[in-house]
């Protein structure tokens, strides 16, 4: 469920009723006026300025966690509160979906999550991405549509297993919770949102091929100054 607004020259605001994010937890007790806790995480709703406090009767799933762990948090949309409009995100409660440990231990056990990352292996930070990003062929600049929540939610898993397996390790001076979104972000908007290639695309050398004669598909290798006397072509693997 969404809520657009394109409202001329404003701001378009997008309510998904669903959020997944990292977090850290900040602060966690009693509710000052009834029963039932409240814990605020580092994580903000969009277009709010204040972290996000949570509020609940059933202290059974927050047990758990102490301020300062990190946490990865689903939540909904709850009820409007008093005398808001619900144009912004802010405007609702929002109920805990589940919330969970960063990281888990062969076990399923919880572990410090700074423990952990201490024991990792530290390893050279990925490559960068060696393709430039293309100019958008709009040329409207920096605008993107609103994610797909689910979409964003799987990215953010595929991000977690690729740390805790060692495949992309925290680097060395980062903040996990930074590295967690900038990965996050990255399989979102260069692999989950990337158009399609088309078929026999080489993705290796980011070019095209064509059909040749023979019937194999090819594309010339990139220039290399030297002069050939045949091209040299980067063939498509067969398969079979
Ligand atoms: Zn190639």
Known sequence: MAEVRPEGGQMTTTIESQYHFT???????????????AMTVGWKL??????????GQDWAPIDDYEVG???????????????????????????????????LDEDGEMVSVIDEIGDMPVQAPPK???????????????????????ALGACHN???????????????????????????????REINQAPLAPLHYCYEHDEERRQGKSGAWGHLFPADGLIHDEDIWCLEMQSN
């Open 23 to 37: 977090a850290e937890v900040k602060s966690k007790g009693k509710q000052q006026n009834r029963d039932g806790w």
């Open 46 to 55: 969009p277009g709010s300025k204040f972290d996000l406090t949570l509020y």
């Open 69 to 103: 762990d990190i946490t990865t948090i689903v939540i909904n949309q709850s009820n409007l509160k008093k005398d808001k409009d619900g144009r912004y995100a802010s405007d609702y409660f929002w109920d805990l979906a589940s919330i969970e440990l960063l990281i």
């Open 128 to 150: 960068p991405d060696p393709t430039p990003k293309p100019t958008t062929r709009t040329g409207a600049a920096d605008e993107e549509p609103p994610p797909n929540p689910a």
């Open 158 to 188: 595929h991000a977690v297993d690729f740390i805790i397996h060692g495949v992309l390790p925290l680097p060395e001076g980062r903040e996990l919770v930074s590295w967690v979104r900038e990965l996050r972000d990255r399989f979102y």
